[in-house]
């Protein structure tokens, strides 16, 4: 699992970061001033890089949380069946099967180069070059 602590302050919107296990972009978020005995809280909302589900999170101010290191890479399809397509990495020439992401509008069809993200050991194919 590639990924790195942060302290939940130093990150902003459109940010990266790891809820519930599954890696995740910050779409909004508010702190909330310190009390007088407390710590300021933030109030994370974030969508899912892989499934798209909103995720929200409230965490104190001096929390570190987890920040997945995103790998962006180029490959070469070799087949595609339904939502998955096998592809050969350019640099590796190494060959495994990446999901195809819903925001890629062009279906990669074979001998296409794409651009595919390794998260959090999940390979998935974000756009058709």
Request: aromatic content about 4%.
């Amino acid at each position: 699992m590639a990924s790195e602590l942060r302290e939940i302050g130093s990150l902003k919107i459109g940010s990266y970061i790891v809820m519930d296990g599954a890696p995740c972009r910050i779409s909004k978020m508010d702190r909330s001033a310190p009390g007088k005995h407390g710590h300021a809280k933030y109030r994370v909302e974030a969508i899912g890089l892989l499934d798209n589900r909103k995720r929200v999170q409230v965490l104190v101010g001096h929390a570190k949380v987890e920040v997945p290191i995103i790998e962006k890479r180029t490959a070469q399809v070799l087949s595609v069946s339904e939502n998955k397509a096998q592809v050969m990495d350019l640099e590796t020439y190494e060959t495994f099967d990446a999901l195809i992401s819903d925001e890629v509008k062009d279906r990669p069809k074979d001998g296409d180069k794409v651009l595919y993200w390794d998260v959090l050991g999940t390979k998935v194919i974000k756009q058709v070059k």
